[in-house]
């Protein structure tokens, strides 16, 4: 197991500093994502005022999510198209500063 690194992550326009073993990285930074997503969506939906109702309320999005398998397909295919385009970006980034 490695060191433990710190990665910042932007959840509803906040920075937050966190700490996970590098081989987690990339599920914190996708659990991040969703989490900000989530609580974009109830922000925008006018109904939940106020940062911590509208944690609260992800939180039990996501716990129910999780309880019943109801996580959307169509999101988890678009996280994954989001991961793939991340790595060919990265891989063009390596092959380009290889061939310099």
Same mark, same amino acid.
């Given at each position: 197991?490695?060191?433990?690194?710190?990665?910042?992550? +932007?959840?509803? &326009?906040?920075?937050? =500093?966190?700490?996970?073993?590098?081989?987690?990285?990339?599920?914190?930074?996708?659990?991040? =994502? +969703?989490?900000?997503?989530?609580? =974009?969506?109830? =922000?925008? /939906?006018?109904?939940?005022? $106020?940062?911590?109702?509208?944690?609260? #309320?992800?939180?039990?999005?996501? /716990? +129910?999510? #999780?309880?019943? $398998? /109801?996580?959307?397909? /169509?999101?988890?295919?678009?996280?994954?198209?989001?991961?793939?385009? &991340?790595?060919?970006?990265?891989?063009?980034?390596?092959?380009?500063? +290889?061939?310099?």
């Amino acid at each position: 197991m490695s060191q433990p690194l710190t990665v910042t992550l +932007h959840i509803l &326009d906040k920075e937050y =500093r966190v700490s996970c073993p590098a081989e987690e990285r990339s599920n914190l930074e996708q659990a991040a =994502r +969703h989490l900000d997503t989530t609580m =974009r969506d109830i =922000r925008n /939906s006018g109904k939940v005022i $106020g940062v911590e109702r509208i944690a609260v #309320m992800a939180a039990l999005n996501i /716990s +129910h999510e #999780m309880l019943t $398998g /109801s996580h959307d397909q /169509s999101g988890a295919l678009n996280e994954q198209q989001a991961q793939i385009s &991340d790595l060919v970006k990265r891989l063009d980034q390596a092959l380009e500063n +290889h061939q310099s």
